[in-house]
């Protein structure tokens, strides 16, 4: 057994989720908040069969998508700061970040 934890951006968590109910994978959502952005995030825990491991891993793969998007980065009042500094820039979001851990026992009542 493994349990994959998944950690995904907010616009592609409903359709993993519909994924992974197509598969008839179960998996446990819970909303979480990212910390360079700052913005909304779902981190899945599935405790999985190790020969469907790969599965799970492609599904993310193919629903996690990478994208662009501006962020304006957080006013520092420094006189030394560059005039551009509180101008929007373009950063890449999204994607997932995945952890595969073995685990001992998995019991569901």
């Known amino acids: 057994m493994k349990l994959v934890i998944a950690i995904v951006q907010d ?15 179960g998996a446990t959502r819970l ?9 909304g995030n779902t981190t899945y825990m599935i405790g999985i069969d190790d020969q469907r491991v790969q599965e799970v891993l492609d ?5 996690s998508r990478t994208r662009q998007q501006f962020m304006t980065p957080p006013v520092n009042i420094d006189a030394q700061m560059d005039s551009t500094s509180g101008y929007p820039v373009e950063v890449q979001v999204g994607g997932a970040t ?8 998995f019991h569901q009542f």
């Not at 599904?59 to 629903?63: A, D, P, Q």
């Open 11 to 25: 616009k592609d968590a409903n359709r993993l989720r519909s994924e992974f109910v197509k598969a008839g994978i």
């Open 59 to 63: 599904l993310i793969h193919k629903t």
């Open 31 to 39: 909303s979480t908040t990212g910390g360079f952005l700052k913005s």
């Open 98 to 105: 995945v952890f595969v851990l073995p685990i001992e026992q």
